[in-house]
């Protein structure tokens, strides 16, 4: 009887969908829906955006090269909503994960529910060049992080991105910008936020995450934002740079990799320690041309988790180092070629393999990043040993 009840209403939906359809004038690629108020007294822009992916992976290590791990999945799909409130100078952003990917992770600190929020933010302009930002977002970690998954020049994050990158967190930032010359524009963040990740409802295990960022952009701003999008769509008509340094402190840490990771628990309690990481980037764009380099550092006081008596409980945190260089061409049939070579270098106290990986990968951008297709080719290396072979085929549409 239910079953019938919600079929005739999923009908009743549809055909009502059907006979209300209007055409829009919105465009491709810049939402689906676009409201302002009639009294200006607000906006919403609602877009949603897909991935689908497909992977083979042959583990070289086995020696059985024709054997391969192959997985067909719908990688991200998200909904997305934006605009202002009462104010022009008070912005809103709300995303939300649909895909088993986006919503995984539920624990008892997420009240074993699936973590469907991604960012939930207000973004307020109070005073000339300084804006508040207070909620759930990305934190102003390193740049291929910050970048959006719908905007990257490869299929996926670097290697670097995903074992030191500190993603995600509730709590403030405070932004600010102001130029040093014509061109030369400097920005600054300050954020304060609670240290584990998003989506935490146990409240602050830990101490809180303090983290500083400062971007230095000598010949001015990137068309369209493209200090923080993948490849040079714009092409560039000069030289444009982009030179970052982030400092980050979680103090008290009670997760191995910062505000990521999996928590370090005791018979009594958590385990803390000050965890530290530090982040350096470039980006340079200049007629279809792009290169993206980084380094990542992580160090924390005490590494080893330990109990009150001083027993070794198993958890390690991961501290090390990485560097990530990544180039590609755009060329004028909107055709790009791409590489990537990541280097992860962990302190013998993390018990973990040093890592390298190459990446080949072509992309080609139908209506940029909003509707594309995108393959790559990575090698992978564990103590200079080969390791894995893995090849990706992503379709990305984004409206």
């Not at 207070?134 to 996926?156: C, F, H």
């Not at 602050?204 to 010949?219: A, I």
């Not at 990530?324 to 755009?330: E, F, P, V, W």
């Amino acid at each position: 009887m239910k079953l019938k009840i919600t079929l005739t209403a999923l009908v009743l939906f549809t055909l009502c969908y059907i006979n209300a359809q209007e055409t829009t004038e919105t465009k491709f690629g810049k939402g689906i829906l676009n409201v302002v108020a009639k009294d200006s007294s607000w906006s919403m822009k609602f877009a949603t955006r897909f991935q689908l992916l497909g992977v083979s992976g042959w583990d070289i290590n086995d020696g059985d090269y024709g054997k391969s791990e192959t997985n067909f999945l719908v990688r991200r799909a998200r909904l997305k909503f934006d605009g202002f409130a009462y104010s022009p100078k008070l912005k809103y952003k709300i995303e939300l994960g649909l895909s088993n990917r986006d919503i995984s992770g539920a624990s008892e600190f997420t009240n074993n529910t699936p973590r469907y929020i991604l960012d939930a933010v207000i973004k307020w302009n109070f005073y000339k060049n300084f804006t508040l930002w207070a909620g759930q977002t990305k934190l102003p970690g390193n740049v291929e992080r910050v970048i959006s998954s719908a905007n990257l020049q490869l299929v996926d994050r670097s290697r670097l991105n995903s074992r030191f990158n500190i993603d995600r967190d509730i709590g403030i930032q405070l932004r600010h910008h102001f130029k040093l010359s014509d061109k030369f524009l400097v920005r600054e963040v300050l954020a304060v936020s609670q240290g584990e990740g998003r989506n935490i409802t146990t409240g602050n295990l830990g101490g809180h995450q303090y983290t500083g960022r400062v971007e230095l952009l000598p010949f001015g701003k990137f068309k369209s934002k493209g200090d923080y999008k993948g490849g040079d769509l714009k092409r560039e008509q000069s030289p444009k740079l982009l030179l970052a340094a982030t400092y980050d402190l979680n103090a008290d840490a009670v997760k191995n990799r910062s505000n990521q990771g999996s928590y370090m628990e005791t018979s009594t309690g958590f385990y803390e320690t000050n965890i530290s990481t530090i982040f350096v980037d470039a980006v340079f764009k200049y007629k279809g041309f792009s290169f993206m380099g980084e380094f990542a550092d992580r160090a924390a006081d005490e590494a080893i988790a330990v109990e009150e008596d001083g027993t070794p409980t198993g958890d390690i945190v991961e501290v090390g180092n990485a560097i990530n260089l990544q180039a590609g061409y755009l060329f004028k049939s909107n055709w790009e070629i791409a590489g990537r070579y990541t280097n992860l270098n962990y302190d013998t106290i993390a018990d973990r393999s040093q890592e390298k990986q190459y990446t080949l990968g072509v992309s080609k951008y139908i209506a940029g990043h909003n509707l594309k297709v995108q393959s790559d080719i990575s090698y992978t290396t564990e103590d200079d040993d080969g390791s894995r072979l893995a090849y990706r085929l992503q379709f990305d549409i984004h409206f």
